[in-house]
């Protein structure tokens, strides 16, 4: 055997070794995550509640069939919709059922994570093994397999249409990015991206799903459902805003004048008066909508500028990134959906100008908290209750400084090419 040859083994010795170390690492602490009460017992529980004749949406009361989801919401928090998806899981016992789903769980972002490996190029075993290693060190992939929510499934999905729409099969990208809208409500916006690029029959089909998956909850669980899920459930949720770990606009607005008081992890007392708590969070609400809309017709514009993969590229990793900044609620390890957006900025780095330095000190400012949104330590923010403020605060900053680094990528993008000497003696002739 040759000394090249000897080292190649070696370097593929190596980095299947890193992999393989990887990959049990993750799958050590999912199997650990599905014996803990997770996300997932929510959605357990309403499905139980239905297979048992009651309401989805009834008091979600532990059982001695899952002793172990002992969860501390009145009502599952989650669409409809995701209590159809899992109610043949209800029909197992609690243990396989979180064991199946936490393991669906992690095919799905690892799945998102080749499928962007193989669009960068990056499809080899040094980028796979440097992929899953990587992960293990971020903060927000961890929090999301702990969670075991639908972050996961709902990313790939987003992607997959993408993908899909991008190879000629529109109908079922609209499919995909349907029931990604069923499950979570923020990819309902995606739709706005599709009807800006004149995808009719994707935005059709995936309106079409989305309309679809809706009547048969309606059927299966009945009006009051949706009723229920509107009041009872969304007030439970607003109830959450100001929580520590929610990197929400909304909540960084409202929390100066609702503060946070939950002495098991950290309290700080209100900063400002004059506001209740409703009002606090309104005033939140109504800044995230003109972020998100302002957004949405920034993206439009782009798209009547230039419609080609660069364009399109930047504004889907935009559009996702101020949608969790918009979203009430996005806990903490929900910026794994980060994933995409950074992905598809270095998609479009690819074919556009190469930004300015600042622009890559932005960039690289904002991916400092994005990397671990608790590297702070709660002592500081125990001293003062400013100091907590602006602490929780931070994570929002960097999604806001992610966004506009996307921002000017996009305007960067839909600029006129600049026009060579020579190209305007040969335009004039």
């Known amino acids: 055997m040759s000394k090249a040859r000897f080292y190649w083994v070696l370097r593929t010795l ?6 393989g170390l990887g990959v049990a690492l993750m799958l050590q602490q999912t199997v650990t995550a599905g014996q803990r009460a997770t996300d997932f017992c929510q959605d357990y529980l309403a499905a139980r509640n239905v297979l048992q004749g009651m309401p989805p949406y009834s008091p979600l009361l532990s059982s001695p069939t899952a002793p172990l989801c002992l969860p501390p919401l009145n009502y599952d928090s989650h669409p409809p919709f995701s ?23 992690l095919a799905c972002y690892l ?33 999301s397999l702990d969670a075991q929510n639908y972050a996961e499934l ?5 992607l997959g249409a993408w993908l899909l729409e991008r190879k000629g099969h529109a109908g079922w990208a609209g499919v995909a990015l349907g029931v990604a809208a069923l499950l979570k409500i923020w990819p309902l916006a995606l739709l706005c991206i599709v009807l800006a690029r004149r995808r009719y029959k994707l935005a059709l089909v995936g309106g079409g799903v989305v309309a679809l998956g809706t ?33 929400s606009l909304v909540a960084a607005i409202a929390r100066p004048w609702t503060g946070f008081n939950d002495p098991s992890v950290i309290a700080f007392p209100p900063l400002l008066s004059g506001l209740s708590a409703s009002q606090a969070t309104l005033l939140g609400e109504g800044v ?63 074919s556009l100008p190469r930004p300015p330095l600042w622009w890559f000190i932005l960039l690289g400012v904002s991916l ?23 602490v929780f605060a931070l994570p929002t900053l960097a999604l806001l400084l992610f966004a506009l680094a996307q921002a000017q990528l996009l305007i960067r993008a839909a600029a006129p090419l600049p026009v060579h000497p020579e190209e305007k003696v040969l335009a004039s002739v």
């Open 368 to 390: 400092v908290f994005l990397v671990n949104p608790e590297w702070l330590p709660f002592f500081i923010a125990h001293q003062q209750p400013l100091a907590g403020s602006v």
């Open 215 to 247: 009547l048969v909850t309606l059927v299966a669980f009945g009006p009051q459902t949706y009723a229920t899920y509107l009041g009872p459930v969304l007030r439970q949720e607003a109830a959450d805003i100001p929580h520590e770990v929610n990197v």
């Open 288 to 350: 995230a909508a003109l972020v998100v809309l302002g957004t949405l017709a920034l993206v439009a514009w782009g798209l009547r500028r230039r419609q080609d993969e660069a364009m399109e590229w930047v504004c889907l990793g935009i559009v996702v990134t101020v949608l969790l900044l918009g979203f009430p609620i996005t806990w903490n390890w929900g910026m794994m959906s980060l994933l995409l957006p950074l992905g598809t900025t270095a998609l479009a780095l690819r």
């Open 111 to 143: 799945t998102t994570g080749a499928l962007l490996l193989k669009a960068l190029g990056w499809w080899t075993l040094r980028g796979a093994a440097l992929f899953v290693v990587g992960n293990l060190f971020w903060n927000p992939f961890g929090g």
């Open 14 to 19: 190596g980095w299947c070794l890193l992999l």
């Open 154 to 158: 709902v990313l790939l999905l987003v």
């Open 83 to 105: 209590v159809l998806l899992v109610l043949p899981l209800g029909l197992l016992s609690r243990a396989a059922a979180a064991l199946f789903w936490s393991l669906l769980v």
